[in-house]
């Protein structure tokens, strides 16, 4: 059917000349547009919304005493940290309510490149949640760790054209674009007319101003309500997020009024399979939103309305004649839980069960997981004068203190020391097989035997491993290399649990529930070796990431994440000459 055909049988079907294909008989809308709720049933036709009056309906779905809410859209999201495949990821967050996601591939791109960003592009085809992907900014995020690929501006040009690309995602490199960096001023400039998201934490005054001069439009990194109006004063749209690692929208919520709501909208960033599964995904911010004093018309307009304005979405975010028909169905709106979810104007779940039908999964590529040989040595860290520059952990933070702390040294060579909690830390380089070891200390683990290991380790993914010895180290990550990449927890030479993520060392094929009891059966085990951390695998997954203070420890070396420079382990001196 052409364009104009399908314009003549939606205006019949509005009309009520012929029969549609869908009656939702006997709820209320939340119209998000005139901002009231009102009793109407809702008719369909070729996956549109078409109009409030139906004479004839090929079937009709009852749903009284029910609020029908557009489709939640998720304004930024890394898809990989759920673990899953998109097609996994959508079972899990449809029957939430979510049908829209805007993904930033920032993950799978530092491991594969531009064969990232198309893996991801191609398993969102023909799933029942629309997946519009920002192409990365920043890969690699910085010059001192070594990632897996390079999405230079030549790269982007041809995935700019591929379809569901609608901008450049956050924009990590503050300091590139306010003293004009070549290589990320051509990123913009290829972005053109496209949205381009922002990544400021902290960032104010003329160089806020100057960033938001690049056509940068919004931040999801605000921390304080403080900065989030200043940017909110300065134009931008602020990303209310919620995630599993940072939680913000309790703290900015009180800056959301009747007067500026148009400019916020729901993110979860990165949100992690037990959480989704427990407490849900944008439903999940709706009904916090609203418990903390939230009118619901305007949270409703947060979840849906606010992003797909911001992204462009025009058919997105309303249930009125000509959207698409990707509804929400509510149970009400003090404490909103979704009943029914429409995509496209089919029912794609009902209380909780998701009911589309699944195609096949795109196959994964290759093998991510190229390490050097290693050996017990290649643990050894040789003692120096004074104290060592020790990564303090911050319990349920990404953050961490620089600690000048005095190891335990035996034979001229540091070793893991439990009854001080210092442990030895190593990232190693696992993409191109160049024998980069990073070495370090880390304090906060609590681990008293055995040793961690993970292959997700923002933001160039090598493998982070944490140990009370060198063999229970090299044992970890001989574990995680024989599963291409995951979790692993050893004591003993032994594999104690484990849970493979064989896609670029990010992914797992299996069902969301599947990976979250995997991830919890690693965290007992974790606890059992003496970590107290609620999850010690997400917290070593952040300790080599290196645009986040205070110490950080990637493949090449330690690195001050304040002074943004490599620094050496031992300090030199004592503590007084430090």
Request: hydrophobic letters at 45%.
């Amino acid at each position: 059917m052409g364009q104009m055909e399908e314009y003549e049988e939606l205006i019949a079907a509005a009309r009520c000349e012929i029969e549609v294909d869908l009656l939702l008989l006997g709820g209320s809308v939340a119209n998000l547009i005139s901002g009231e709720v009102r009793r109407s049933d809702v008719a369909v036709h070729k996956g549109r919304i078409v109009g409030f009056e139906c004479s004839s309906a090929r079937q009709i779905i009852p749903l009284e005493d029910q609020i029908l809410a557009p489709g939640f859209i998720d304004g930024h999201v890394h898809i990989e940290s759920s673990m899953v495949t998109v097609p996994e990821y959508a079972r899990a967050v449809v029957p939430q309510g979510t049908t829209t996601v805007i993904a930033d591939p920032h993950e799978i791109a530092n491991v594969w490149g531009e064969e990232g960003v198309r893996y991801i592009l191609q398993s969102s085809r023909n799933v029942p949640l629309n997946v519009f992907v920002m192409l990365p900014s920043c890969v690699p995020a910085t010059d001192m760790e070594t990632a897996g690929a390079a999405l230079g501006p030549d790269a982007l040009v041809g995935l700019f054209e591929e379809e569901g690309v609608i901008g450049l995602a956050e924009v990590m490199n503050c300091p590139g674009v306010i003293f004009r960096d070549p290589q990320i001023m051509k990123k913009i400039q290829l972005a053109g007319g496209r949205l381009k998201d922002g990544h400021a934490p902290g960032l104010s005054g003329p160089d806020l101003s100057a960033y938001i001069c690049a056509g940068i439009r919004s931040d999801h990194e605000c921390t304080t309500l403080a900065e989030a109006e200043e940017k909110l004063f300065s134009g931008m749209f602020i990303m209310l997020r919620e995630g599993s690692a940072a939680r913000n929208l309790t703290d900015l919520l009180p800056l959301v009024t009747l007067k500026n709501s148009r400019q916020f909208l729901f993110v979860s960033d990165d949100r992690h399979p037990a959480d989704i599964l427990r407490e849900g995904h944008i439903d999940f911010m709706l009904r916090k939103a609203i418990n903390e004093g939230l009118d619901p018309i305007v949270a409703l307009q947060i979840s849906s309305l606010n992003a797909a304005r911001y992204f462009g979405l025009a058919d997105l975010g309303a249930i009125a004649p000509g959207y698409r028909a990707d509804i929400a169905v509510l149970d009400g709106l003090d404490e909103p839980r979704v009943t029914h979810v429409f995509k496209d104007g089919r029912l794609v779940a009902r209380d909780g069960d998701f009911l589309a039908p699944m195609n096949r999964p795109v196959k994964a590529m290759h093998k991510s997981i190229h390490l050097a040989a290693l050996s017990r040595r290649s643990f050894e860290i040789v003692a120096e004068k004074g104290p060592a520059r020790t990564i303090g952990i911050v319990p349920g933070q990404i953050i961490t203190r620089s600690l000048p702390l005095f190891p335990l040294i035996r034979e001229g060579k540091v070793v893991s020391d439990t009854d001080q909690d210092i442990l030895k830390l190593a990232v190693i380089e696992r993409h191109r097989a160049t024998g980069n070891v990073g070495l370090g200390l880390v304090q906060g683990l609590g681990l008293v035997r055995g040793a961690l290991a993970t292959s997700v380790a923002h933001d160039s993914h090598n493998i982070v491993v944490v140990g009370t010895g060198d063999e229970e180290m090299l044992a970890a990550v001989s574990a995680v290399t024989e599963m291409d990449g995951g979790l692993v927890a050893v004591a003993d030479g032994e594999v104690l649990a484990s849970l493979p993520l064989p896609v670029a060392g990010l992914l797992s094929e299996s069902h969301m529930q599947e990976v979250a009891e995997g991830i919890a059966e690693c965290i007992d085990a974790a606890h059992k070796l003496g970590c107290d951390l609620e999850d010690p695998f997400m917290t070593l997954s952040f300790l080599s990431l290196p645009v986040i203070p205070e110490l950080k420890l990637t493949d090449r070396g330690l690195v001050d994440a304040v002074a943004f420079r490599m620094v050496p382990l031992f300090l030199g001196g004592s503590l007084e000459d430090d």
